[in-house]
């Protein structure tokens, strides 16, 4: 029997000082919620799996942190994957890894919550497992062990790690992960109760899926048969969960005690978007688009202000410019903390919603960076992917933020589009030396200008996920490609390295067979393979291999129209003919309209009971 006890700080003590930042292991930090262990019937760790610094800057885990610990029921703790240091020394000194607020094992804990957002953290998950000793695979889990559950946008494809988890929340959680804890503490107090029967039960929630209660079955040639249910209680297709209304923001998130990656406070104040960029899996995952009303906004704002003593604040959405209220939110955010000299960020603008009002208040404050996203080189491909941005909208914003006073901007490229042509490749550097141009004219000098171009990776759920992934070698000659017409111009030039987005994509459009692979994986000494100085490439394809499963046919295979595909049975909420009808308009470069400012796109969004409205700061447009 394991020992039931927290941690002691004695034994912490020996081990911190020897780490690299020990503040990511000690907890005790401002905000953070410390309930008494025996007068709360369910215990739950939230686990971000990555180091500290990133998990602190998600702010889903710091909505669901704040929601869970406001239920008198629920004590909800935090803990984090460490870093290479802090697992050797918790294995020397035969400890095993702990929640910060309490230092309880987390092996003690009712319930594991993991939040999937990148796939690339999935051995992350086997080492955070391991190191807590509770067993990776789910049918090796004992009754007394905890419940292991995922939540995420990789859950809109949650069969590569099916085999690693009880059951898995798709869609948004707010509501869903209160329905699953209710179920969970009357199952937990009833007299004669299994862990296979409140599996069971959780499956009748909706949104919850349960793998141990699928199977999925495979035609000779590799590709997946059917995912059938083989219960009674599961349902044949999961239906995303979504709210109608935006919750309250949380205003007393935990303030960390050393520097994070997003070191600022946030609010989102809009969730959803409508605009259709063929590529984006968020866009189709979190219809429809729902406003948060200026006043919530303005009232969360000096809340979250107050209790944390920030002085940045980011507004968050996927497309911030796009929210109705966003210039008089910044002017009055401005102007109600003005002595106290904050500055707000908007880290998702539009170039064509970027007006000359927002840049002239956004300067008002400490002036942030601002960033734009063309995404392709070619007016051609940028329709192809539904992108409606045109170039002249990006030289019009890149004007506008010069003559305020900006004197550097970053823009967000992709390569390997479908469609793609050397001559949109070479687009991307002859539009990047134009910024450059127009910044020279405008203030007379050479501005910043930082230029990242990622390797496009399909995925689930959207109009792309039928599509083969540009190859590495194609991949490779269009970076020189951008090298060559980037050099000597002083624009600074990052990538993503073509092999980690092979790995992605695989892992973003894998079946269940490729859980097998992610352990062999970690067993092999594979973890963090987000961070480029731990991501081993030829371990990963020797895992591959050794399972008999060859990448190209996850990445570079073209699916069939009708093939059933290894996410066939989560139901995310729009229709395949969408998808497929977009696909279609894809080839042929037209573009579909924006649904809030034109007619209904027809995307099969069936929630609303008056058709395909949606929330706009609180009404219904």
Known sequence: MKQAQPVSQVALDRILPRVARPARYSGGEWNSVVKDWQSVPVHLALVFPDLYEVGMSNLGLAILYE??????????????????????????????????????????????????????????VLKTLDLAGIPLLASERREEDPLVVGGGTCTMNPEPVADFFDLLVVGEGEEVILELLECYRTWKAGARRTRKDFLKQAAGIPGIYVPSLYEATYHS??????????????????????????????????????EIIHDRAAIEVQRGCTRGCRFCQAGVVYRPPRERPLEEVMDAADKILQNTGYGELSLLSLSSSDYSCIEPVVAGLLAGHQKDRLSVSLPSLRMDSFSIGLADLLQTGKRTGLTFAPEAGSQRLRDGINKTATEEDL???????????????????????????????????????????????????????????????????????????????????????????????????????PETSLLEGVLSRGDRRLGQAVRRAWELGCAFDAWTEHFHFDLWMQALSECGLEPGFYAHRERLADEVLPWSHIDPGVSQVFLRREWQRSLRGQITADCRTDSCAACGFQALPEGCEVEKNGRRT
Not at 87 to 115: H, K, N, T, V
Not at 452 to 477: D, R, Y
């Open 221 to 258: 040639d590799g590709t997946v048969k059917a995912i059938r249910p083989v219960a009674p209680e599961a349902p044949a297709r999961i239906t995303r969960r979504w709210v109608r209304k935006l919750p309250p923001p949380p205003v007393r998130p935990v303030v960390p005690f050393m």
């Open 67 to 124: 929601l869970l610990n406001d239920q008198p029921y629920i004590l909800a703790e935090r803990a984090y994957t460490p870093w290479p240091d802090m697992e050797a020394a918790l294995r020397q000194a035969g400890l095993p890894l702990y929640s910060l607020e309490s230092r309880r094992p987390l092996f003690q804990f009712d319930i594991i919550g993991f939040s999937l957002g990148y796939e690339l953290t999935y051995t992350n």
């Open 395 to 497: 030289v019009r914003a890149a004007q506008v933020a010069f003559t305020r006073g900006w004197r550097g901007l970053k823009l967000y490229f992709m390569i390997g589009l479908p469609g793609e042509t050397e001559g949109d490749v070479e687009g991307i550097f002859r539009l990047a030396r134009r910024i450059q141009e127009v910044g020279r004219q405008t203030t007379g000098r050479q501005v910043g200008l930082r230029l990242n171009v990622a390797c496009f990776i399909p995925k689930a759920h959207t109009p792309f996920q039928w599509v083969p992934q540009a190859g590495q070698e194609s991949l490779e000659a269009k970076i020189r490609l951008l090298q060559q017409g980037l050099r000597r111009t002083g624009v600074h030039f990052s990538w993503h390295a």
